[in-house]
T-cell receptor
Framework: KAGVTQTPRYLIKTRGQQVTLSCSPI?????VSWYQQTPGQGLQFLFE???????NKGNFPGRFSGRQFSNSRSEMNVSTLELGDSALYLC???FGTGHHEQYFGPGTRLTVT | DQQVKQNSPSLSVQEGRISILNCDYT??????FLWYKKYPAEGPTFLIS?????DKNEDGRFTVFLNKSAKHLSLHIVPSQPGDSAVYFC???????????FGQGTRLTINP
């Protein structure tokens, strides 16, 4: 069974631009969660989508948004990029009901200059 | 407010010995705990989990212990192997929510 895939793997953007990251979950998984990893803040939860609906949201500004499609694939968007948005963005998928492990993709390394 | 804490940034263990990684939490609502291993430039890899109704869960060389009264969990790796060298994260969730709260991680180095 294929794992979680994320595209692109690396991205360099300029301050003020916007970016869209993509995530394809494991087949059969309906929940997709996004996390941000930085050296200072560690791994932080951004939001979770289940059946095309945002079900949970972390403490991030409105510049961070996402969506999920009917095939469970998800995208996250960051608008008006700031230098502090430079991070590894990780996507994780799970069945989404009850206690189930989340399986992570390799991440997208975003650098904002 | 850091709800999940891993107080040891690093740990060095000799190959073949036991590695013990510790994690403390403050939110008593957490009812599911997980351990992940992470190599550089890769996403975290799920290792083992435990529900709050249990106090121990084993999977091969990995055992997780949960002490609810102390709000403490630990991961035991026996025997430690060079391939175990990585950063280990503990994470917690509650009520089936897919929102994981992570600790800061512990870098484990296995010395030959």
């Amino acid at each position: 069974k294929a794992g979680v895939t994320q595209t692109p793997r690396y991205l360099i953007k300029t301050r003020g631009q916007q970016v869209t990251l993509s995530c394809s979950p494991i087949s059969g998984h309906r929940s997709v969660s996004w996390y941000q990893q930085t050296p200072g803040q560690g791994l932080q939860f951004l939001f979770e989508y289940f059946s095309e609906t945002q079900r949970n949201k972390g403490n991030f500004p409105g510049r961070f948004s996402g969506r999920q499609f009917s095939n469970s694939r998800s995208e996250m968007n960051v608008s008006t990029l700031e230098l502090g948005d430079s991070a590894l963005y990780l996507c994780a998928s799970s069945f989404g009901t009850g206690h189930h492990e989340q399986y992570f993709g390799p991440g997208t390394r975003l650098t904002v200059t | 407010d850091q709800q999940v804490k891993q107080n040891s940034p690093s740990l060095s263990v000799q190959e073949g010995r036991i590695s013990i990684l510790n994690c403390d939490y403050t939110n008593s609502m957490f009812d599911y705990f997980l351990w992940y291993k992470k190599y550089p430039a890769e996403g975290p890899t799920f290792l083992i989990s435990i529900s709050s109704i249990k106090d121990k869960n084993e999977d091969g060389r990995f055992t997780v212990f949960l002490n609810k009264s102390a709000k403490h969990l630990s991961l035991h790796i026996v025997p430690s192997q060079p391939g175990d060298s990585a950063v280990y994260f503990c994470a917690a969730s509650f009520q089936g929510a897919q929102k994981l709260v992570f600790g800061q991680g512990t870098r484990l180095t296995i010395n030959p």
